[in-house]
């Protein structure tokens, strides 16, 4: 059978798409940038390789025998030609047919985003791919965003009265496990998004109804958001990267609602609602 390996397979994303190619019966390699976690293969999943973008020296026990390729670009990186070619050149003379790139939303319009610049790498390759164009995650309010939301009953946001069409990351897993295990998919571009399109203080109020307290959304200027973001630990240019995209949001270039998902999943997308739902217990006191 043909193995697939899945990059990022720790974090949002990759973790679902597992879960989607395990329920397919696939043969799965998921990669993992820790020594310690190549022993501790989750259960499933037929093999675990070490494998860091940046570390050449992983690439050939990761890609040996590798038919297809989830591909994540981490979000720590942003010089793609010095710290993703080389592994992207890699899997292809090494055989892999088929990439599957997790992308953003508009790359194609947005030269300048390090997804576009992937997506121009694999598309020169001569590889078959799949570009997985993803709008703004749910799951970034249980992660990024839960502090203010646990602490403040707050979504602490600089996004205006912008609407976003967000996505449920169980879906693009649903959506690349589809997309990796059938044919007709290659050399195709899909915008995936959910299928409404929210302000955060509708998003608030749906977190209030379904919370069971009230939460509110406090729309701070850039500055303030720089500085809590600070106080919080993170990184100048991750918070630099947020800020340009709640601009984005801001400018209402977040909101288009896109079928594409609804029609590859079989399903209406998850909801917003269905979301806070399922993770109450995460935005709970
Ligand atoms: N957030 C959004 O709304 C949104 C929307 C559209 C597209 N995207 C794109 O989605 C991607 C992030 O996906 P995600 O949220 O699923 O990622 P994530 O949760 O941030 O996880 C990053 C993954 O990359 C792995 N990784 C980190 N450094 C690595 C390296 N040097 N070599 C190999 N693997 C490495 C990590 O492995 P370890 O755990 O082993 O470190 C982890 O599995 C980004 O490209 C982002 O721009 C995000």
């Not at 995936?192 to 608030?204: D, K, N, Q, R």
């Not at 991750?238 to 998902?261: C, D, E, K, S, W």
């Amino acid at each position: 059978m043909d193995t697939i390996l899945v990059t990022g397979a720790t974090g949002n994303v990759g973790r679902e798409v597992v879960k989607g190619l395990l329920a397919r019966g696939t043969r799965v390699r998921v990669s993992v940038t820790d020594e310690a976690d190549t022993r501790r293969a989750p259960s499933g999943v037929a093999e675990v390789a070490l494998f860091d973008f940046t570390a050449p020296e992983t690439f050939p026990a990761a890609f040996d025998g590798v038919a297809r390729l989830f591909l994540v670009r981490p979000p720590a990186i942003g010089n793609v030609k010095r710290d993703m070619k080389p592994a992207i050149d890699y899997a292809v003379a090494a055989g892999v047919g088929h990439v599957v790139f997790l992308s953003l939303v508009g790359a194609e319009r947005n030269r300048l985003v390090p997804h576009a610049k992937v997506e121009k790498l694999l598309q020169q390759s001569g590889v078959a791919w799949t570009m997985l164009r993803c709008g703004f995650f749910m799951q970034n309010l249980d992660t990024t965003h839960r502090a203010d939301i646990v602490e403040h009953d707050d979504i602490f946001i600089p996004a205006g009265n912008g609407r976003t069409a967000f996505i449920d990351v169980r879906d693009i897993g649903a959506v690349a496990a589809r997309v990796l295990t059938e044919a007709g998919h290659e050399n195709a571009a899909y915008p995936l998004t959910g299928s409404e399109s929210l302000t955060y203080g509708e998003v608030a109020e749906i977190m209030t109804a379904e919370l069971g307290r009230p939460i509110t959304y406090s729309d701070p200027s850039p500055l303030a958001f720089a500085r809590r973001m600070r106080e919080r630990g993170y990184a100048g240019g991750f918070i630099n990267v947020m800020n340009g995209i709640y601009l984005t949001t801001r400018l209402g270039m977040a909101a288009t609602v896109y079928p594409q998902a609804a029609e590859l999943l079989g399903r209406p997308p998850i909801t917003m609602r269905q979301y806070v739902r399922d993770h109450a217990a995460a935005f709970g006191r």
